[in-house]
């Protein structure tokens, strides 16, 4: 007689008993967001993939909301960042890296055209600060001032306000409409801006204007001086004026030969500019090797592409009716030194190139105030000075000096500020483990080329100001997002849910991501062996201290006091 089939509805949930018989569990899957590489290298703190995977769901102002949390500027720094961030991308070393500066001009520039605006600050803490500098680090500070509920009023010795995005960076890079559009929105937020105003005493504009702390964010203006022979003065410029007089919309007859004296990317502008102004010649003179340039490689590319000669290893000695320059060599430690031999190049006008400085000396009356050459010595965490309640960012202190670094500065002195006004401390958790290519899983990524922006042909760019880099489109910008790797971050594929065998995942619906039921959880790993973004990681049984964030909890963004380049 056959055995009768048992009922297995009936059997007992051995999963849920106290005595089940199976290997006690030594580790346990935790879901986890790691530090993605490029929100760690972004100098402005921004929390890039996090804004990317908003406009990967379709929500473009989802993702520029998120964007501007961090940098209020994300159409100034489409174009002018020397993004970090891609070259610290992981899937460069996949295939190329994400346009991220691409598709953060994309927004930026939706952001200008639908018009939209940063949401209403809180209310009035009741708090007053004075900003002195209009440039990207004033602009970054007041605006986070202002989210903080606090009243800024910045005051600017230029007729507008944008620094060096403004008088520095030629129109070709950065249109002066997208610098409008984006200082509009601060404006509407509140933020108070008196243009054409020198600073010349600080304590007493800070006392009369009752304002309860300052930051003091003054750009690099100055052109570094040199002692350089030359009969006829008129022919020597130096770039800053130089490059200063053609943002103010003059155009200044330069002849049809001009030398550029430097290295750096102000260099590059100048001969660039140069080129639009007619000159038929121009040419970069720079006592170093191409190598060992401070100008950024692509500016220096760019630059050669419009027509730019360059002459390394080349130091100009006199200015006469032609150039006398002195061939320079390297010694055993790289550094250049004179060959005694010399050349003649034929120049209508030298444009100075040899470097920039603050005008701080409205600071240096200030007792207690500490300076290193032309900037300020300030705490390298909090941004304040050895002068209680002023701060200072951006060119005033020690740090490379981009738009990027001067916003990273602006944010983070706001939240020190806010701290400090508030007799608090800026305690920020530490950074999260950064995620590199060996921890992903690439079998799930494909090969996708990187989309490219437009570009004017360099015979047309140097007949005008146009930009000569154009943006992406919604199509190629939603095609750049796809491509992120989400690197330590849940991109929801359910895979874990579809690989555990005792079914220990739940799903929590779409944006929330999963859960485990570690009453099911045997710890075999089968999930983070298959995670493809290492948003899984396996830690002892029953470890208390587990330092990294769980599901919900929002994404890994970078500790950008960390970031700029300070000391």
């Given at each position: 007689m056959p055995e009768a089939r048992r009922d297995i509805t009936k059997l007992p949930d051995?999963?849920?008993?106290?005595?089940?018989?199976?290997?006690?569990?030594?580790?346990?899957?935790?879901?986890?967001?790691?530090?993605?590489?490029?929100?760690?290298?972004?100098?402005a703190g921004e929390n890039i993939q996090e804004w990317l995977r908003l406009l990967k769901?379709?929500?473009?102002?989802?993702?520029?909301?998120q964007l501007t949390r961090d940098n209020p500027f994300p159409a100034i720094h489409g174009r002018v960042c020397y993004h970090p961030c891609e070259s610290a991308c992981n899937?460069?070393?996949?295939?190329?890296?994400?346009?991220?500066?691409?598709?953060?001009?994309?927004?930026?520039?939706?952001?200008?055209?639908?018009?939209?605006?940063?949401?209403?600050?809180?209310?009035?803490?009741?708090?007053?600060?004075?900003?002195?500098?209009?440039?990207?680090?004033?602009?970054?500070?007041?605006?986070?001032?202002?989210?903080?509920?606090?009243?800024?009023?910045?005051?600017?010795?230029?007729?507008?306000?944008?620094?060096?995005?403004?008088?520095?960076?030629?129109?070709?890079?950065?249109?002066?409409?997208?610098?409008?559009?984006?200082?509009a929105r601060l404006l509407a937020m509140g933020v108070r801006i008196v243009t054409d105003h020198t600073v010349k005493d600080l304590l007493a504009e800070q006392k009369e204007g009752g304002f309860d702390a300052v930051f003091v964010a003054i750009g690099a203006h100055l052109s570094r001086k040199v002692d350089?022979?030359?009969?006829?003065?008129?022919?020597?410029?130096?770039?800053?004026?130089?490059?200063?007089t053609v943002a103010s919309g003059e155009r200044p007859v330069m002849g049809r030969r001009v030398a550029v004296y430097g290295g750096g990317n102000t260099a590059m502008d100048a001969a660039r500019v140069a080129r639009r102004l007619g000159a038929q010649e121009t040419m970069i003179v720079y006592r170093r090797t191409a190598?060992?340039?401070?100008?950024?490689?692509?500016?220096?590319?760019?630059?050669?592409?419009?027509?730019?000669?360059?002459?390394?290893?080349?130091?100009?000695?006199?200015?006469?009716?032609?150039?006398?320059?002195?061939?320079?060599?390297?010694?055993?430690?790289?550094?250049?030194?004179?060959?005694?031999?010399?050349?003649?190049?034929?120049?209508?006008?030298?444009?100075?190139?040899?470097?920039?400085?603050?005008?701080?000396?409205?600071?240096?009356?200030?007792?207690?105030?500490?300076?290193?050459?032309d900037v300020v010595q300030v705490d390298p965490t909090s941004l304040m000075t050895d002068v209680p309640g002023i701060f200072a960012g951006g060119d005033a202190v020690p740090s490379e000096r981009?738009?990027?670094?001067?916003?990273?500065?602006?944010?983070?002195?706001?939240?020190?500020?806010?701290?400090?006004?508030?007799?608090?401390?800026?305690?920020?958790?530490?950074?999260?483990?950064?995620?590199?290519?060996?921890?992903?899983?690439?079998?799930?990524?494909?090969?996708?080329?990187?989309?490219?922006q437009p570009?004017?042909?360099?015979?047309?760019?140097?007949?005008?100001?146009?930009?000569?880099v154009g943006g992406l489109d919604a199509e190629q910008a939603a095609f750049e997002a796809q491509r992120c790797l989400s690197c330590g971050n849940c991109i929801e594929c359910d895979g874990c849910l579809g690989a555990c065998p005792e079914d220990a995942v739940i799903k929590l619906g779409r944006g929330h991501r999963y859960r485990y039921n570690y009453d099911k959880c045997t710890g075999c790993g089968t999930c983070y062996e298959q995670c493809p973004v290492h948003a899984i990681d396996m830690v002892p049984e029953g470890r208390p201290d587990r330092p990294l964030t769980g599901p919900g909890r929002g994404r890994a963004t970078a500790d950008d006091s960390r970031q700029g380049g300070l000391f």
């Open positions: 051995l999963s849920q008993a106290a005595g089940r018989v199976a290997p006690v569990r030594s580790r346990m899957p935790v879901y986890v967001d790691l530090l993605p590489p490029c929100n760690n290298a972004c100098p769901l379709g929500d473009p102002q989802a993702a520029w909301l899937r460069a070393d996949l295939d190329s890296a994400i346009s991220i500066h691409g598709v953060e001009r994309y927004l930026g520039d939706m952001a200008l055209e639908q018009g939209w605006r940063f949401p209403a600050p809180p209310p009035a803490s009741g708090r007053k600060v004075l900003v002195v500098g209009a440039g990207p680090s004033g602009l970054s500070a007041a605006y986070h001032l202002a989210r903080l509920g606090h009243e800024v009023e910045i005051r600017d010795t230029s007729p507008e306000p944008g620094g060096m995005m403004r008088y520095g960076i030629p129109e070709y890079r950065l249109p002066r409409d997208v610098i409008d559009g984006e200082v350089l022979p030359a009969r006829d003065a008129e022919k020597v410029v130096d770039a800053v004026s130089f490059l200063r190598e060992q340039m401070p100008a950024h490689a692509e500016e220096a590319a760019e630059a050669e592409r419009e027509g730019v000669k360059m002459n390394w290893l080349r130091t100009i000695t006199e200015v006469d009716d032609d150039l006398t320059v002195e061939v320079m060599e390297l010694d055993e430690n790289g550094t250049p030194r004179g060959t005694g031999r010399y050349e003649k190049l034929a120049a209508d006008t030298v444009i100075l190139a040899l470097g920039q400085e603050t005008d701080s000396d409205f600071l240096r009356s200030i007792p207690g105030m500490r300076f290193d050459g981009t738009v990027t670094i001067g916003v990273g500065h602006g944010k983070r002195a706001a939240r020190n500020i806010d701290a400090w006004l508030n007799s608090t401390t800026d305690n920020k958790p530490p950074k999260h483990p950064v995620v590199g290519l060996d921890d992903l899983h690439l079998w799930y990524f494909g090969d996708f080329t990187r989309r490219t570009e004017l042909d360099p015979d047309a760019r140097v007949s005008a100001f146009d930009e000569i």
